[in-house]
């Protein structure tokens, strides 16, 4: 079974560990109740976006609380600073990827705007 991953913003106070989330055939992603972010492995992103609007638009929940942005996010795997990546169809969108594993943190809302520009 796969180690339980800790969120990656609410790191910033303390361990708040992700739950795994099913999202449509063959996809179990890591999200946090409490802010809202979502953990994507290498992979996952491209898996989630071949899906469609649908499942991204729905995967990504309203937050308990509004989290405060952690400003030395890590990978819950890797233990390693994240880079900050443009998404290429928005350029609006700033995603934190691990430069060791390829795993993608989004926060809470960016999975939503992505998905509402897949459905138009």
């Known amino acids: ?64 609380t509004e989290a405060e942005r952690n400003p030395e996010r890590k990978c819950p795997k890797c233990k390693v600073p994240l880079s900050i990546m443009k998404y290429e169809k928005m350029p609006d969108v700033e995603l934190d990827v691990c430069p060791k594993c390829g795993g993608l943190w989004c926060d809470a809302g960016e999975l939503k705007t992505i998905g509402e520009a897949y459905s138009d």
Not at 2 to 12: I, R
Not at 22 to 30: I, Q
């Open 1 to 64: 079974m796969a180690k339980q991953l800790n969120c990656v913003d609410c790191a910033l106070h303390y361990e708040v560990p992700m739950m795994k989330t099913t999202c449509g055939p063959d996809l179990v992603v890591d999200r946090c109740a409490r802010c809202g972010g979502i953990w994507l492995d290498s992979g996952e992103f491209e898996t989630l976006v071949k899906l469609g609007a649908f499942y991204i638009t729905h995967l990504d929940k309203p937050a308990e």
